[in-house]
């Protein structure tokens, strides 16, 4: 089945941007409703964006206005800009399918301090 890699996170300055990437190093994410997720510590996993094979998006209201996400179905790739990074926003961040969730992989560790 598909196997999903995050990358790149990293630290970065309030205010700062960062594009995290979602690749299927196997399988394809075909028809599949894709969603970006984010742990912070001590905290439960929450849903921060989704996206449809057609383009539709979906927010939390916590990163709307300032994340996007997006897709590239030929490139069975996920993608999110994350501008205006708050230290709110410091988790490890996953990628997944919505409707049919693989396990959860390593994810990519967002830090926003300044």
């Known amino acids: 089945q598909v196997q999903l890699v995050e990358s790149g996170g990293g630290l970065v300055q309030p205010g700062g941007s960062l594009r995290l990437s979602c690749a299927a190093s196997?399988?394809?994410?075909?028809?599949?409703?894709m969603g970006w997720y984010r742990q912070a510590p001590g905290k439960q996993r929450e849903l921060v964006a989704s996206?449809?094979?057609?383009?539709?998006?979906n927010y939390a209201d916590s990163v709307k206005g300032r994340f996007t996400i997006s897709r590239d179905n030929g490139k069975n790739a996920v993608y999110l800009q994350m501008n205006n990074l708050k230290p709110e926003d410091t988790a490890v961040y996953y990628c997944?399918?919505?409707?049919?969730?693989?396990?959860w992989g390593q994810g990519t560790q967002v830090t926003v301090s300044s």
């Open positions: 196997a399988g394809s994410l075909g028809l599949n409703v």
């Open positions: 997944n399918l919505r409707q049919s969730p693989r396990p």
């Open positions: 996206i449809t094979f057609g383009g539709i998006t």
